[in-house]
């Protein structure tokens, strides 16, 4: 069904980047598409049109690739991840020092903002995913809390025959039928809930590190787990954390861990950490010595950013921070 989407006559309101008949069209016009750094073109004839279509949604692309056979490029690294899902023959894949052989199935991811060379193999078809860095980041955020520090890992090889692979090809597929349901003209309001579900089967399927495989059903940590990782924090409040040491401490998710804390203390892991730093910088308020100030003691519990820590204190406290360290100073 997917194939008949990206190379057969569909309602899907393709752009035609590139349609070379011959070698010489083939360079002229991916140069104008994606500016690769090198080229490597087999001294024959094509035997089929090189083509290369795409549509766009709301930070995600999604195109097709045909008729490439034999002809290798090195493309330049772009503010986008991209995954290469073979649909017929092999390609060949190089990134950061490593190779990867697409086929049926297995599948293989460029990070953002990394250079890499494709290989195309006989009788090549594949479906190029493209997701703009910016979208997926704030996904991520939204998924994993916004307090977190972490970022997604996503590089290197993908088993499509897992279910979480196999799920993210469905979500192309049924964006695909809608598009190609209303020729064009769905609302922009679907295109963007169309583009959150690619984005969120692309996380789930590329970064299981992080969120959850379950289908829908988030694993428990215990009460036990949970504090462990409180205690964790009181005991290394004054140094950088962040959330992947914490779910290596629960031996959770992060997706996970984030709802099981909140559930027992109210509030984030990140919340809960903030919490701590700003009640060790009360006590050192007040008993602050007379060379002491708010930004000294602000940065030497942790936060980079005063204005911040004062509001935060301030919410906490029922005064601000200078007004502690005044009343400490008037008293001493």
């Not at 899902?85 to 990134?95: D, F, M, N």
């Not at 495989?213 to 004054?238: F, T």
């Not at 996970?256 to 109210?266: D, E, N, V």
Request: hydrophobic fraction near 40%; proline fraction near 5%; aromatic fraction near 8%.
């Amino acid at each position: 069904m997917l194939e008949r989407y990206l190379f057969g006559n569909s309602g899907i309101p393709f752009e035609i980047s590139a349609n070379a008949t011959t070698m010489a069209q083939v360079r002229r016009q991916m140069i104008g598409i994606c500016d690769p750094i090198r080229m490597w073109l087999p001294k024959r004839k094509l035997t089929e049109p090189a083509l290369f279509k795409h549509v766009d949604l709301n930070g995600v692309r999604i195109a097709s690739s045909s008729g490439f056979d034999g002809i290798k490029f090195h493309f330049r690294g772009h503010p986008t991840f991209r995954q290469l899902i073979p649909l017929r023959g092999v390609a060949e894949l190089q990134c950061r020092g490593q190779s990867f052989q697409h086929s049926a199935t297995l599948s293989a991811i460029v990070p953002a903002n990394e250079e890499s060379v494709l290989a195309h193999g006989p009788h090549f078809r594949s479906l190029v995913l493209y997701i703009d860095e910016q979208t997926l980041l704030r996904k991520f955020q939204a998924i994993v809390g916004p307090d977190s520090d972490a970022r997604p890992i996503i590089f290197g090889a993908v088993d499509m025959t897992l279910e979480r692979s196999l799920r993210l090809v469905r979500a192309i597929s049924f964006a695909c039928a809608e598009l190609d349901a209303t020729r064009g003209n769905t609302p922009q309001l679907v295109l963007d809930e169309l583009s959150q579900l690619i984005v969120v089967s692309f996380l789930q399927a590329t970064e299981s590190s992080l969120l959850d495989d379950a289908d829908g059903v988030l694993p428990k940590i215990a009460p036990r787990q949970v504090k462990l990782v409180a205690e964790y924090i009181e005991a290394n409040w004054h140094q950088p954390l962040k959330l992947s040491a914490l779910a290596n401490v629960s031996g959770a998710s992060l997706r996970t861990l984030f709802r099981t804390f909140r559930t027992h203390w109210r509030e984030t892991p990140m919340e809960f950490l903030r919490r701590t730093r700003l009640r060790h910088a009360n006590q050192r308020l007040a008993s602050a010595g007379p060379s002491d100030t708010v930004t000294g003691i602000a940065l030497a519990c942790g936060f980079s950013n005063v204005a911040h820590f004062a509001r935060h204190y301030s919410q906490l406290f029922g005064e601000r921070p200078i007004d502690t360290l005044r009343r400490r100073k008037k008293h001493s």
